[in-house]
């Protein structure tokens, strides 16, 4: 992100990382339903507009549907179609139903519903002075923690650092060489493996989610085998496909079916988000945040852990690993400043003005500078209030019928006003720091 930011060149990407979207893109290309949408725009904004369309969309094909219900009643009242003056209107319908047969209808979102098994004990894992080598390399030293009931644990740190080798020690698939480690009562545990073993290449996708039964039970409700699949997207001829014919999202929607349809009070999820749509990304999340139960999550999507985790394990170093509160941003808040990462983390460390207080560095404010802290809440507000008017007025569908010109200077407007307003809220926490 830093590198790119940096970068003087244009820069094309596709991601679904969207805290790196965010960051990064000032423009973005939309495939969807065979169709190339331009959006000139950051992330935040293109999901107003998106949903604006959408509903313009809607609209519109409600009166399309509403006309052409209208015109097929009229050709099936016996009227002489033939008749000169009716050919047009006859024509007009034949050109209604061309229409209507080549709309591409959304192809809709995952139906994600997890299936809770009784609670377990209020103790999950109890680990103290963990430690795990392999070789001379040290992967775990002295780590110590307690998981209860209901924690959802995000654990981050750089490729081979020993994330997955934490939650095989965990589930016991692992021998613990020092140190102890002791699971609570009436776990059922579901495991979404980062390899993704636990999928048969030769079976087909109904095969490896069915195990030999033709119906699921999910949320009390018993669904077919086919019916339950197509919640994940699979068509019945997709369902009938091998799963070595499988895409990557594809293969990740096999296995959250498979790790779904099995009772659980601690889920384990190592990498469950790579490849997934952005959709089915935040679905996800919705159902991890509505969870009842324990979840451990192995992740590099920084804002899908924000959005569900309570506490974050960080490997920072060769055998270091330590807890924090919260999400991903509150554990680069509460790391120490003085605690130097190792390259391979490849962090950049968000700025943080008021940490720097206590500094003797900070001088006081002079009186410009106390003038201009008081005239900032004044000039943020009026910002604020016209880039919400500039933002209501793209949401709305007509903006684009207007002309060229006029979209994009309104457009290079938002985007100025937006560049100030960021301006203006560091300079405001700047000086505020200093008083």
């Not at 030769?202 to 919640?231: F, M, P, R, W």
């Not at 807890?323 to 130097?340: A, I, M, P």
């Amino acid at each position: 992100e830093k590198f790119l930011k940096g970068y003087s060149g244009t820069v094309i990407f596709i991601t679904h990382d969207r805290q790196f979207l965010q960051a990064l893109a000032g423009r973005i290309v939309e495939i969807e339903r065979g169709r190339l949408f331009d959006w000139t725009c950051d992330y935040q904004t293109f999901l107003t507009r998106k949903q604006a369309a959408l509903e313009a969309e809607e609209r519109n094909q409600a009166l399309f549907d509403k006309k052409l219900a209208q015109e097929e009643v009229w050709i099936r009242q016996g009227i002489k179609a033939r008749r000169t003056r009716n050919e047009g209107r006859v024509r007009a319908l034949k050109s209604l139903r061309e229409q209507r047969q080549a709309r591409r209808e959304q192809i809709g979102n995952v139906h994600l519903r997890a299936v809770e098994a009784e609670k377990s004990g209020q103790l999950v894992i109890e680990a103290e002075n963990l430690n795990y080598s392999i070789g001379n390399r040290n992967l775990i030293q002295d780590f110590s923690t307690v998981i209860s009931r209901g924690d959802k644990i995000g654990i981050i740190g750089p490729n081979g650092a020993g994330k997955s080798t934490l939650l095989k020690l965990f589930l016991g698939e692992l021998p613990i060489q020092e140190g102890t480690l002791r699971l609570g009562t009436r776990l059922e545990i579901s495991y979404f493996d980062q390899l993704r073993q636990q999928i048969d290449e030769e079976k087909t996708v109904i095969e490896n989610v069915a195990q030999g039964v033709d119906t699921i039970t999910v949320g009390g409700v018993s669904k077919h085998i086919y019916g339950y699949l197509q919640d994940f997207l699979f068509t019945p001829d997709r369902a009938r496909q091998p799963a070595k014919s499988l895409s990557g999202g594809e293969r990740n929607r096999l296995l959250l079916a498979r790790l779904f349809k099995m009772p659980s009070n601690l889920m384990v999820l190592d990498e469950p988000t790579n490849d997934l749509d952005l959709e089915t990304l935040e679905l996800l999340e919705e159902l991890l945040i509505s969870y009842q139960g324990t979840i451990l999550i192995v992740s590099h999507d920084r804002a899908f852990l924000n959005n569900v985790v309570t506490s974050t394990i960080a490997f920072e170093g060769e055998g270091v690993v330590h807890e924090y509160v919260g999400g991903y941003d509150d554990y680069l808040r509460q790391r120490s400043r003085n605690q130097e990462l190792p390259p391979s983390m490849n962090v950049v460390e968000k700025p943080d003005s008021k940490a720097n207080t206590s500094s003797p560095k900070a001088k006081k404010l002079n009186f410009n500078e106390e003038h201009e802290l008081k005239r900032l809440p004044k000039q943020i507000e009026e910002l604020e209030r016209e880039q919400s008017t500039l933002e209501t007025a793209m949401a709305d569908p007509a903006f684009f019928k207007r002309a060229a010109e006029v979209i994009t200077h309104d457009m290079t407007q938002v985007k100025k006003v937006g560049d100030e307003l960021q301006r203006l809220y560091a300079r405001w926490e700047e000086l505020e720091s200093r008083t």
